[in-house]
């Protein structure tokens, strides 16, 4: 089978692999669609574990089920969870699942960007369903991401009159800033650098468009907010300019959530007499779980028509060096979607 496996910054190659085995309790996917994350773009994050296969938003067809599976058949329309806790340890008794030890051990086999991959037993009981037949392959590579943001908008507690800020326009933010306004908020700010996804957040229920090249995003907050800023910011980029743009927009005792990793070596100077006085909250969220994905899927169906406009470019498992290059350098994308046999 054709996998394509990831060596390095710009250095993705398609190769040949035996498919995997199957266990009793394992089932055998065939790639159907699998979209490309913010996460699968960071070299720092991948190099050091180079080479493998990436891809983790995938859906596809049963093609192959061990002999002791139940619940699923051959032709079945799936989605599978790259990552599952072990629902026993500490952290998932807690429900801070993304933290159990198991949670990173666990996942698909080699991974999403190729023509097969394997469920194990772990995955495929605890995150792994059937897609509705109205929802498409394609839409169904958005039910991971948007769990992920809906994760983080229930974490940062979005209610009925928050007033949100979002930094960055990318997938992501625009996810969180829907996601937002469907949880009773009632101003979403959201800035960004690219004139082109400044334009798609206003498709995705933006009520304010701040270009951080011309504009500082606390001021524009403050001036629709009686000068107090967002109860709640979302930090979607992953760097040091957007969490201080984030943290400036934020009132006091409001949720600062950083969404998205910086390089390790990044520091952030924060001043804790500042976030005692002003009992700021600073958190995170990574990932998603069990908890989160079937609700996405839910709001997947019913919002298709508005999150299916997400996904900008699709490409051929055969092309999927063009797909990274667009979805790293191109300024007008948004999800881009590597698409298997159909």
Known sequence: ??????????????????????????????????????????????????????????TGVVVEVGREVEGFSEGDRVFAHHHVSCMTCRFCRRGQFTLCPRFRQTHLDPGGFSEFFRVPEPNLALDTFKLPNRLSYEEGTLIEPLACCLRAVRK????????????????????IAFLSKLAGATLVAVSDLVPYRLRAARAFGADLVVDAGREELSEAVKAETDGLGADVVFVTAPSLAAL??????LRRGGTLLIFAPTAPEVGWVVRPNSIFFNEITITASYSTTHVETRDALSILVAHREVLGRLITHRFGLEQIAEAFRLAKESKECLKVVVLGAQ
């Open 1 to 58: 089978m054709k996998v394509a496996v990831y060596y390095g910054p710009n250095d993705i190659r398609l190769e040949e692999r035996p498919r995997p085995e199957v266990g009793p309790r394992d089932i055998l996917v065939e790639m159907r669609a699998c979209g490309i994350c913010g996460s699968d773009l960071m070299d720092w994050y991948l190099a050091p574990r180079a080479p493998l296969v990436l891809g983790h938003e995938p």
């Open 156 to 175: 940062a507690r979005v209610g009925l009159g928050d007033r949100v800020a979002v930094v960055g326009a990318g997938p992501s933010g625009l996810m």
């Open 244 to 249: 201080e743009a984030g943290a400036r927009a």
